[in-house]
């Protein structure tokens, strides 16, 4: 399995963008990058999802870089609640037979300052 | 929607005894998946069911733990007997059952084994 490197913490000052790196240097060709974040006493929630393409909606942007070995989650302007975990996921190879399960690393929690 | 439902919100049962999550997961969802969540593991898949048929448990830690799917609007997991090293936050996660599709987390169930 592809397994993900991200920092353990990052703060943000409110109203601010919040970048989220996250490094998959091993990904293969088929496997997509997913974001999920997760807020204190919650169940994790789904943020976005990307192959090789820049992708945006309406909680977030998804940016994968050219040689996809990395990509950065952004949080145009966050806010209080928006202080999580985050945690960036690399689906392995599809192998059939409906949907699979998630396998999660440690996430970076990032903390948003007022 | 009323999203994923899972019961009890909180349990607390002593060393021995057998404890039953429940789980329901979104209507016209065909994929459902248990997790488990502790501080020295993080988040763990258990098994995760397709169209009600258990595809992969291979991340069940024991034979005290199973799992069942009797129909597409209920899943129970079982652990007979619990441990104190049992104790977690378990949750139940549905999707519509096609790759790639996202996970709609409940919010979980803490279990608490004296």
């Known amino acids: 399995d592809a397994k993900t490197t991200q920092p353990p913490s990052m703060d943000c000052a409110e109203g601010r963008a919040a970048n989220l790196p996250c490094n998959h240097s091993?990904?293969?060709?088929?496997?997509?990058v997913y974001w999920y974040r997760q807020i204190h006493s919650q169940g994790p929630q789904y943020i976005i999802h990307?192959?090789?393409n820049n992708e945006t909606n309406e909680m977030a942007s998804l940016i994968i870089t050219e040689d996809r070995k990395s990509s950065t989650l952004i949080l145009p302007h966050a806010t209080l609640r928006d202080t999580a975990v985050y945690y960036c996921i690399v689906r392995p190879p599809y192998s059939g037979g409906g949907a699979d399960g998630l396998t999660f690393g440690k996430g970076t929690h990032l903390i948003i300052q007022p | 929607d009323a999203g994923v439902i899972q019961s009890p919100r909180h349990e607390v049962t002593e060393m021995g005894q057998e404890v039953t999550l429940r789980c329901k997961p979104i209507?016209?969802?065909?994929?459902l998946f248990w997790y488990r969540q502790t501080m020295m593991r993080g988040l763990e898949l258990l098994i995760y069911?397709?169209?009600?048929?258990?595809?992969?448990d291979s991340g069940m830690p024991e034979d005290r733990f199973s799992a069942k799917m009797p129909n597409a609007s209920f899943s129970t997991l079982k652990i007979q007997p619990s441990e104190p090293r049992d104790s977690a936050v378990y949750f139940c996660?549905?999707?519509?059952?096609?790759?790639?599709?996202?996970?709609?987390f409940g919010p979980g169930t803490r279990l608490t084994v004296t």
């Open positions: 996660a549905s999707s519509l059952g096609q790759p790639g599709d996202e996970q709609y």
């Open positions: 091993t990904i293969s060709g088929n496997e997509y």
């Open positions: 990307g192959l090789k």
């Open positions: 209507s016209g969802h065909n994929s």
């Open positions: 069911f397709n169209n009600n048929v258990p595809i992969d």
